[in-house]
């Protein structure tokens, strides 16, 4: 049993390992490109400063410093300018992705799902003509996560006006890509259901929370979150005789019935007087011939 145990701690130590470091200077504050830890390293316990850049891992074994908690805080910070709610978006979005990235710079397992590579000097997505030197970096994720957090930024204004973030996986492998001139890393994303990817579960925009894996929140809208327009404003469609007022309709009815037979009786009434009246004027023609008959007879 003992020895059992042991087997199982040395390979939870074995396979919670980290993949990557970054450090910075300060001050200035000034960060370095993240460098591959190579052979990878244990997690460790490291004492965070406030503010927190990723609450959900406070007092665990991590994979990222102080140094990396300072680089998230300003990262996140241009999240929520670029997915919250200050520039029309969903603020459940922007925390989201803080919590992908989280998962990808602080989580224990770290190397099981982060692959990294060499640093290179790549062009800048701002400035093609620009080279940043950046960390590769392999990113592998479930289909579902990949879904569900675009599904919770799909109606952000950013994305919708971006034809490269038109799906789940182009919505990240765009993420991964602009990323370089702030992180120093070029993120690819692979995707795949097998045991070697991050699986996340992300609150959806619907959710009427305040706060959102530590961080504070705004409930989402129709006007950035989907799922909110069907929720609230998609009714079903009216059946053809919905909002009738039948009151109105009956009295309209008993109007025109009565006016109806008003206009028939008094038509027919006009009728059978100008029948009785031929009949009167006919009779009156045959009495005077037969006056005139009578008094030729007479005369003869």
Same mark, same amino acid.
């Given at each position: 049993m003992v020895t059992k145990m042991w087997i199982l701690l040395l390979f939870?130590?074995? $396979?919670?390992?980290?993949?990557?470091? *970054?450090?910075?200077?300060?001050?200035?504050?000034?960060c370095q490109t993240p460098f591959s830890v190579n052979p990878p390293s244990p997690p460790f316990m490291e004492n965070f400063t406030a503010p927190y850049a990723c609450?959900?891992?406070? &007092? *665990? @074994?991590?994979?990222?410093?102080?140094?990396?908690? @300072?680089?998230?805080? $300003?990262?996140?910070?241009?999240?929520?300018?670029?997915f919250g709610h200050s520039v029309g978006g969903c603020d459940i979005c922007a925390a989201n992705l803080k919590n992908l990235w989280c998962h990808f710079t602080c989580h224990p397992l770290q190397s099981q799902y982060v692959k990294t590579g060499e640093q290179k000097y790549v062009p800048s997505p701002v400035e093609p003509t620009q080279l940043v030197l950046a960390l590769l970096t392999n990113?592998?994720?479930?289909?579902?996560?990949?879904?569900?957090?675009?599904?919770?930024?799909?109606?952000?204004?950013?994305?919708? @006006?971006?034809?490269?973030?038109?799906?789940?996986?182009?919505?990240?492998?765009f993420q991964g890509y602009e990323g370089i001139p702030i992180g120093l890393v070029w993120t690819t994303f692979y995707?795949?259901? /097998?045991?070697?990817?991050l699986d996340l579960q992300f609150?959806?925009?619907?959710?009427?929370?305040?706060?959102?894996? /530590?961080?504070?929140v705004q409930p989402c809208s129709c006007n950035n979150c989907?799922?909110?327009?069907?929720?609230? $404003?998609?009714?079903?469609?009216?059946?053809?005789? @919905?909002?009738?007022?039948?009151i109105i309709v009956g009295i309209v009815y008993l109007v025109v019935l009565v006016f109806t037979m008003t206009l028939f009786f008094s038509k027919y009434a006009w009728l059978k007087w100008r029948?009785?009246?031929?009949?009167?004027?006919? &009779?009156?023609?045959?009495?005077? $011939?037969?006056?005139?008959?009578?008094s030729n007879l007479y005369y003869e």
């Amino acid at each position: 049993m003992v020895t059992k145990m042991w087997i199982l701690l040395l390979f939870a130590q074995v $396979y919670s390992l980290c993949s990557l470091r *970054q450090n910075c200077v300060q001050p200035p504050y000034d960060c370095q490109t993240p460098f591959s830890v190579n052979p990878p390293s244990p997690p460790f316990m490291e004492n965070f400063t406030a503010p927190y850049a990723c609450p959900m891992f406070l &007092g *665990q @074994e991590v994979c990222c410093s102080q140094d990396q908690n @300072e680089a998230m805080n $300003y990262k996140f910070f241009l999240l929520d300018e670029t997915f919250g709610h200050s520039v029309g978006g969903c603020d459940i979005c922007a925390a989201n992705l803080k919590n992908l990235w989280c998962h990808f710079t602080c989580h224990p397992l770290q190397s099981q799902y982060v692959k990294t590579g060499e640093q290179k000097y790549v062009p800048s997505p701002v400035e093609p003509t620009q080279l940043v030197l950046a960390l590769l970096t392999n990113f592998t994720v479930t289909n579902s996560l990949s879904c569900e957090i675009y599904q919770s930024c799909q109606k952000c204004p950013y994305v919708t @006006e971006v034809s490269a973030m038109q799906s789940p996986q182009g919505f990240l492998e765009f993420q991964g890509y602009e990323g370089i001139p702030i992180g120093l890393v070029w993120t690819t994303f692979y995707f795949s259901d /097998g045991p070697d990817a991050l699986d996340l579960q992300f609150l959806p925009c619907s959710a009427n929370v305040t706060n959102a894996y /530590g961080y504070q929140v705004q409930p989402c809208s129709c006007n950035n979150c989907l799922n909110q327009c069907q929720a609230n $404003y998609l009714v079903a469609a009216p059946s053809t005789l @919905e909002g009738i007022d039948w009151i109105i309709v009956g009295i309209v009815y008993l109007v025109v019935l009565v006016f109806t037979m008003t206009l028939f009786f008094s038509k027919y009434a006009w009728l059978k007087w100008r029948k009785n009246k031929s009949r009167r004027e006919e &009779g009156n023609s045959n009495g005077i $011939y037969q006056d005139l008959a009578l008094s030729n007879l007479y005369y003869e």
